[in-house]
């Protein structure tokens, strides 16, 4: 008999992840891929990979989408469990570090903050529009300073001196680095000044009004930036937590998520299977003029059948699926 495993989609507009766990939370299998603007290719090619490295040695037992494309990735792979990125992100960090009270999550789109207490998320905030506190910034602006993006905090860690940088937003933040450059302060200056200013933005941002409270955990990509952590720690006062898997957060916990819900309902799995690439899958969109509200509304056809909608605010669509 085959070894059961739980796979975790995570489909975010910028990369998508995905992971496989055995029955003990132990990580098989991680991978990381570019979405660019491609989900269902991407989701494809991400199970592809996965039957090369896993059929025949496991059998798929579970499976849970989260991330901004989780009903798509729900509905191609057969999930389980379609959840939400802050369920998914509080669920691995609370099986890594079950004190944990407060998460720092920052990704490449997009950071969040989650609050909790006794493993359970009292609140959280959502920053989605403000790129300058996400790892897309950090990148373009290795790029700009022609630094490999791993190094970068390494950098921010070997600064003389402190310098402030603007960090309310991607333009200003820039402008004032151009401006610190062309006074003589060092690219480690620099960086650390936008490593504490992307900190400052993110704590202003996302934390206000709120109580912040340790033990803090730091993840998402751009907490294998030693410069921001240090950062963090040096606002806070306090040590943060780095998870070993900091970085499949999303889809670690998408994974916990189905092999809890499979395990206590007894159901057996609704995956696909790994010939899912194979699927003929066609997405289409189109706005409802059923009221003000206008709504798009995606439609999911497999084979000729419709197989899923959604985006409807009232369920006019979704309730009437055959
Ligand atoms: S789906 Fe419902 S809420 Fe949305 S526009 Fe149509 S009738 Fe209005």
């Known amino acids: 008999m085959l070894e059961k495993i739980y796979l975790g989609i995570d489909v975010g507009s ?18 990381y891929m570019r979405t660019e603007g491609q989900p269902i290719e991407t989701v494809k090619q991400g199970i592809q990979a ?23 990735a729900g509905i191609l792979v057969g999930a389980d469990v379609v959840k939400n990125e ?25 950071s969040k903050i989650i609050f909790l207490k006794d493993g359970l998320i009292t609140d959280f905030a959502m920053n989605t529009v403000c790129a300058a506190g996400t790892g897309s910034f950090l990148d373009h602006q290795a790029e700009r300073l022609r630094i490999p993006i791993q190094d970068f905090g390494e950098y921010a860690l070997r600064a003389e001196r402190k310098i402030r940088i603007a960090g309310r937003c991607t333009v200003f933040a820039e402008s004032d680095m151009i ?37 803090y955990v730091f993840q998402g990509g751009v907490a294998a930036n030693v ?7 040096k606002e806070l006062g306090e040590k943060v937590i780095i998870p070993k898997n900091f970085d499949v957060m999303g889809s670690l916990g998408a994974a916990l998520l189905a092999k809890e819900y499979l395990q206590s309902t007894g159901q057996k799995t609704k995956f696909r299977g790994f010939e899912v690439a194979d699927i003929d899958f066609v997405p289409t969109s ?12 995606i439609k999911v056809e497999i084979d000729g059948e419709i ?12 309730n009437n699926i055959r």
């Open 86 to 110: 802050i369920t998914a992100h509080a669920t691995a960090t609370v099986n890594a570090v079950p004190e944990v009270r407060t998460i720092f999550e920052i990704g490449g789109q997009d």
């Open 307 to 318: 197989a899923a909608m959604w985006g409807d605010k009232c369920g006019r669509w979704t």
């Open 50 to 72: 996965l039957k090369k490295e896993l059929d025949g040695k496991y059998e798929v037992a579970g499976v849970g989408a989260t991330g901004s494309g989780r009903q798509l």
């Open 179 to 215: 401006s610190k450059q062309q006074f003589g302060f060092s690219k480690e200056e620099i960086i650390n000044g936008l490593c504490e200013a992307l900190v400052r933005n993110y704590l202003n941002n996302l934390g206000r009004g709120k109580k912040i409270e340790p033990p």
């Open 227 to 233: 410069g921001i952590r240090a950062a963090f720690e």
């Open 286 to 297: 189109f706005e409802c003029t059923g009221c003000s509200n206008l709504c798009e509304v």
């Open 14 to 31: 910028v990369s998508t992840n995905i992971v496989a766990i055995d029955e003990e939370n132990n990580l098989i299998s991680k991978s």
